[in-house]
């Protein structure tokens, strides 16, 4: 899937969100989704600026690019990414970057829950505030 497939599907997939779908809390990822199995790091794409090269930055855009068609073939799309609007600022969750989301939670009115927590994803601790 190139660019511009994976943007129409996100576009055709952010024009059938439910916003009341979306907006019910959901305290925690769910534990069934397509995701399991794979390598957390795809969907926490991360490097440092002043360290980057053109192979790390690809690398990290062909991570997120299959993260992403993962999450939109996913049962659990939905419930994943209400649980990161609601909850995530870093990270794809349910198929959408942190500045997606972003988006999503001025178009629909959802709160980000900022919390201190610290989560367990196969085995690493993230902690964020």
């Known amino acids: 899937m190139n660019r511009q497939q994976d943007q129409q599907l996100s576009a055709?997939?952010?024009?059938?969100?439910?916003s009341n779908q979306l907006s019910k809390p959901v305290d925690a990822p769910p534990?069934?989704?397509?995701?399991?199995?794979y390598d957390v790091s795809m969907w926490f794409p991360y490097f440092e600026k002043e360290?980057?090269?053109r192979e790390t930055y690809k690398r990290s855009q062909?991570?997120?690019?299959?993260?992403?068609?993962?999450c939109f073939s996913?049962?659990?799309?939905?419930?994943?990414?209400?649980y990161g609007l609601q909850n995530e600022l870093w990270?794809?969750?349910?198929?959408?970057?942190?500045?997606e989301r972003k988006s999503l939670r001025r178009r629909f009115g959802i709160k980000l829950v900022k919390r201190d927590s610290i989560i367990n994803i196969s085995g690493m601790n993230l902690k964020y505030e």
């Open 62 to 70: 062909e991570n997120s690019a299959r993260a992403k068609r993962i």
């Open 31 to 37: 534990r069934n989704g397509a995701c399991l199995g």
């Open 91 to 99: 990270g794809i969750w349910g198929g959408y970057t942190e500045r």
């Open 12 to 18: 055709r997939i952010s024009r059938n969100l439910d």
């Open 51 to 53: 360290e980057a090269t």
């Open 74 to 82: 996913c049962h659990a799309q939905m419930e994943c990414l209400a």
